[in-house]
């Protein structure tokens, strides 16, 4: 199939597939507005692997030509869409690549899903394979955009559930923990508690030293995983006039 005609199928697809309902019910999770298809995510999944077929064969770069298009278009499953292309190609990432992920981090997220499909997954697995990458990640949490902020914890999700990255977990958890964005919250909480899951006692001994001034948001996040007894001791929050 000619890749002019791609888009066109993938969005004439999509349409098919469309359902008001699932439109309604969609729109519900977010706090934003946000442009959808109301496609049921299982279903973008298998227009994003039938058509990468028909385009495996292309260079990376008109591959990712075609998500930046897919991006432009604002609808969250035509990104759910560039994200499935672009993850598919991760065994051919460079480090310029970088430079494009980034660009579609500033420019056309718009929502926490966009969010982190492009950073647990495609952003994330690029930070494992070029981890000199990672100080570029604490300039987003100083970042403007709330999106870029939020990535800057959310990219790390997929390996901090290895183990891996500790130091950068805590650094980054530590420049994003004043933020005043519940979504940014969510978050670095979401990554502490990936991160607790290998190492329990460093994530528990950060937050009892913080717990007086971290967001309660952020903090149920990050002990969710851990036993009874240590979810309640964060919890207890000494008096602040103690």
């Known amino acids: 199939m000619d890749t002019n005609n791609i888009l066109n199928e993938v969005r004439r697809e999509l349409k098919q597939n469309s359902e008001p309902e699932n439109r309604k019910i969609g729109k519900t999770f977010f706090k934003e507005e946000v442009r959808l298809y109301g496609v049921k995510t299982a279903t973008v999944t298998q227009i994003a692997k039938k058509y990468f077929k028909e385009i495996s064969d292309q260079k990376k770069s008109e591959v990712f030509g075609l998500c930046e298009q897919l991006w432009q278009s604002g609808y969250t499953e035509e990104s759910y869409i560039a994200c499935n292309w672009a993850y598919a190609l991760r065994k051919d990432y460079e480090p310029d690549d970088f430079i494009i992920f980034e660009k579609w981090l500033?420019?056309?997220?718009?929502?926490?899903?966009?969010?982190?499909?492009?950073?647990?997954?495609?952003?994330g697995t690029f930070i494992e394979?070029?981890?000199?990458?990672?100080?570029?990640?604490?300039?987003?949490?100083?970042?403007?955009?709330?999106?870029?902020?939020?990535?800057?914890?959310?990219?790390?999700?997929?390996?901090?559930?290895?183990?891996?990255?500790?130091?950068?977990?805590?650094?980054?958890?530590?420049?994003?923990?004043?933020?005043?964005?519940?979504?940014v919250q969510k978050g670095y909480g979401w990554l502490m508690k990936a991160a607790s899951e290998s190492h329990q006692k460093e994530i528990f001994d950060y937050v009892m030293s913080k717990k007086e001034i971290m967001s309660r948001t952020a903090l149920r996040y990050a002990i969710e995983k851990m036993p009874d007894e240590l979810r309640a001791a964060a919890m207890d929050r000494a008096s602040k006039s103690a």
Not at 106 to 123: E, K, M, P
């Open 106 to 123: 500033h420019l056309y997220v718009v929502n926490w899903a966009s969010c982190d499909t492009l950073c647990n997954h495609t952003i």
């Open 129 to 183: 394979m070029y981890p000199e990458y990672l100080p570029e990640l604490k300039l987003w949490a100083k970042a403007e955009n709330r999106w870029v902020r939020r990535g800057s914890a959310v990219t790390l999700i997929v390996p901090a559930r290895d183990g891996k990255f500790l130091k950068e977990v805590l650094e980054i958890s530590e420049l994003l923990l004043m933020d005043d964005d519940d979504l």
